[in-house]
DNA sequence: TATTAAATTAGAATTATTCTAATTTAGATA
DNA sequence: TATCTAAATTAGAATAATTCTAATTTAATA
């Protein structure tokens, strides 16, 4: 934590508590989090912490490439504070998501009638199937 | 165009005019509408259709399996009446989305680590650049 | 310690989407 | 062809996620 601290010190970040207890809840998560989760979570600790001030410091982070804003369930964004580039697999039933740390980039080469429209950047490949407490419950109802 | 109409009474549908508007502007077209590009679209003909309409269409079209909602561009939702499986880039500049029809499902095998926990029924590639329009922006602004 | 640019806050605004409940209508049936 | 009814339409309200606003506070520097 002490070099979190010094290494968002030294990107010119202010840090004030409220954003400081969004790093600690950020750091190591694998949870996907979205603004809501944080918020709540924050909430606990610092009654009085607004959205605003969770949008602003995700987009603080987003900005200086510290979290991966996820665009994979319909319904919201979800927030990784892991930006080594990797995947996702989310659970149709109840939106849990997974990472996959597997690099496909080799095989993802874009046909030529497509590279002459857009020149890629990235790409990220989302797989959606079945949690493992979904698949019980699923087989439950089944019988 | 008779084919379609058949096609769909045959579904079940109740074929109004409101709804053979959205199915004609969807037939075909690989713009990626939103539901909002698709109900500006109808109002120019049935001035006084509603979202509702365009919503609840777009919820039966996905139930039918006709159309596919996309969750790639993270402010909305597009449709893409194209349902054979295939992938899409996006441009983060101005969110033009083109397809790609590649298969790429034999690379695209998930580690052990993850099969562990999820049941995969399917993938999705997100590649994200440059459209052709913006990069000769881009170009532009440089000079 | 004083200064100030940046961050926080409550709450309003916006945007996408869904819901509601009254009305209309497509298509089946008599 | 007229009647019936389940399904579809509508305006508008409700909801949910996110962004904005403008007044206030504060971290970090000088």
Redesign the pocket.
């Known amino acids: 934590m002490k070099e979190l601290?010094a290494k968002?010190?030294e990107k010119?970040?202010?840090?004030?508590?409220?954003?400081?207890a969004?790093l600690k809840f950020l750091n190591g998560n694998t949870s996907h989090p979205?603004?809501?989760d944080i918020y709540s979570n924050?909430k606990k600790i610092?009654?009085?912490?607004?959205?605003?001030?969770?949008?602003?410091?995700?987009?603080?982070l987003k900005d200086k490439n510290e979290i991966l804003e996820i665009t994979i369930d319909?319904?919201?964004?979800?927030y990784d504070p892991n930006i080594k580039p990797h995947h996702h697999i989310i659970c149709i039933e109840c939106n849990t998501i997974g990472d996959i740390f597997e690099d496909y980039s080799e095989a993802l080469r874009l046909p030529d009638y497509i590279a002459m429209e857009f020149k890629p950047v990235g790409s990220h490949v989302d797989f959606y199937g079945l949690c493992i407490k979904c698949q019980k419950k699923e087989r439950r109802k089944r019988q």
Request: hydrophobic share 30%; glycine share 2%.
């Open positions: 601290i968002y010190r010119g970040f202010k840090l004030t508590p409220q954003r400081l969004i979205t603004a809501e924050i610092y009654p009085t912490v607004s959205f605003a001030t969770v949008y602003n410091t995700l987009q603080t319909p319904q919201k964004k979800h």
